[in-house]
């Protein structure tokens, strides 16, 4: 059973508008969240993170906002940028709890920028 | 230069083949892993080493093997290649220390089996 869930396999935005991406999660011994993103033939690289003592984190475009009670987090750039063209991997971890603070990932959005 | 980097970037092999997949950090990080990828899967975790002598499975394990032969090295191993190990496989490292959970991933080997 899927842990961590992005139900939005794709996702286009026009440039200049908000990009939003959306992820849930089942386990509430998850604390920490992580977005990273991926381009074609690289790694993924980490983009931004939000502990759960927190409901909101911002990283110049980039801001993650978590809602505990429904067990969601979302990812908005703002603005996009054709740059933005990637996979995001949401990813959780349960840092106190059983599994050692290993990151379970989502299966990933993939975002279109159209300029 | 590269903080995580993995060799061979790209290998084609046969079935039953003993292919070895290596990765290297610069991070001076005590944690690393292995996953893989398949299209629409999102990243899997293979094993994970805390430190040279902490080796643990992950959630997909078999048919795989892994050495971590310093702190700077994990290398991971297929026994006996099989078709549908054919994936995109990232090793990545993090700190022990509290609150750094966030994992750097090196830029993937594309393994082919056939």
């Known amino acids: 059973d899927q842990q961590v869930k992005q139900n939005s396999p794709s996702l286009s935005v026009q440039e200049g508008r908000i990009s939003i991406l959306n992820c849930d999660y089942t386990?509430?011994?998850?604390?920490?969240f992580l977005w990273y993103k991926k381009y074609p033939a690289e790694g993924p690289t980490f983009l931004i993170s939000?502990?759960?003592?927190?409901d909101k984190n911002e990283d110049g475009r980039f801001t993650v906002f978590l809602n505990k009670s429904a067990k969601h987090l979302s990812l908005h750039i703002v603005p996009s940028q054709p740059g933005d063209s990637a996979v995001y991997f949401c990813?959780?971890?349960?840092?106190?709890?059983?599994?050692?603070?290993?990151?379970?990932f989502g299966k990933g959005t993939k975002l279109s920028v159209k300029p | 230069d590269a903080d995580v980097t993995q060799t061979p970037r790209n290998r084609i092999t046969k079935t039953g083949k003993r292919i070895m997949l290596e990765c290297s950090q610069t991070?001076?990080?005590?944690?690393m892993y292995w996953y893989r990828q398949d299209p629409g899967l999102g990243l899997q975790l293979i094993y994970y080493?805390?430190?040279?002598?902490?080796?643990n499975k992950g959630e997909i394990s078999d048919g795989y093997s892994v050495s971590r032969q310093a702190q700077a090295k994990f290398s991971l191993s297929l026994e006996s290649a099989i078709p549908n190990q054919t994936a995109l496989y990232f090793c990545?490292?993090?700190?022990?220390?509290?609150?750094?959970?966030?994992?750097?991933f090196g830029p993937g080997t594309r393994l082919t089996v056939l």
């Open positions: 939000i502990s759960s003592i927190k």
């Open positions: 990813a959780a971890s349960a840092r106190y709890g059983g599994s050692q603070g290993n990151l379970i």
């Open positions: 386990n509430s011994m998850f604390d920490y």
């Open positions: 990545a490292t993090s700190d022990s220390r509290p609150g750094t959970d966030t994992q750097y």
């Open positions: 991070k001076g990080h005590d944690r």
């Open positions: 080493s805390f430190d040279v002598k902490d080796i």
